[in-house]
């Protein structure tokens, strides 16, 4: 065996070792990633399937029965999660109707939609308007449907135009929005 041939040999020795190393480094940290990222993995696949939340844009709902159009409200944003079933709303407006006609119509910067239990939350600068004009204003209004009384509470202020104003801090409206009661103290003023 000449040098030459034991210099080859000894240089193809080392690049065989060198390969090697290169490849069980590789396969290494392969396998070291998978096991690192193994968690994370199933946590964002839980979270894909299990917890679904939209960003909404120009939202309409509209609840009907038997043919009959019961309410509907239109928000220009907002967000739900199927964890509770809720949308949350921004600057919204909307109506509720009676035999398909304008009963009330209602503005508010928030609200909330429970689409399991068919609830309406309206809260900050919550502005009911009935068809005969009178006017509700209050921090949150709460609607659960044409056959429950709805509930006004905070900084309550009712108007029947031309006849009288009335404040106090909580109001009961009757879900078919005929009549209303105020609870607590209260401050009325006639006009005349």
């Given at each position: ?20 190393i290169i ?33 909404i ?29 809720i949308?949350?709303?921004?600057d ?7 035999k398909?006609?304008?009963k ?58 031309d ?30």
């Amino acid at each position: 065996m000449t040098l030459k041939n034991f210099i080859q040999k000894k240089k193809n020795l080392g690049y065989f070792i060198l390969f090697s190393i290169i490849v069980i480094a590789c396969l290494w940290a392969f396998i070291y990633a998978g096991m690192i990222t193994k968690n994370f993995k199933h946590k964002i696949a839980d979270q894909t399937y299990n917890n679904k939340e939209a960003n909404i844009e120009n939202l309409l709902v509209t609840e009907t029965k038997e043919g009959e159009k019961l309410w509907e409200l239109y928000s220009e944003s907002g967000m739900y999660s199927d964890v509770d079933n809720i949308v949350y709303l921004e600057d919204l407006i909307g109506n509720f109707y009676d035999k398909n006609a304008v009963k009330a119509s209602f503005k508010a910067d928030n609200g909330t939609y429970n689409a399991t239990q068919k609830e309406i939350i309206l809260y900050n600068n919550v502005l009911l308007v009935y068809d005969d004009g009178t006017n509700i204003q209050a921090d949150r209004i709460e609607y659960k449907g044409k056959n429950e009384d709805i509930t006004a509470q905070g900084n309550i202020r009712i108007e029947k135009p031309d006849e009288a104003v009335t404040y106090g801090s909580k109001a009961i409206l009757k879900g078919d929005f005929s009549d209303f009661h105020i609870e607590g103290r209260t401050k009325t003023q006639f006009y005349m």
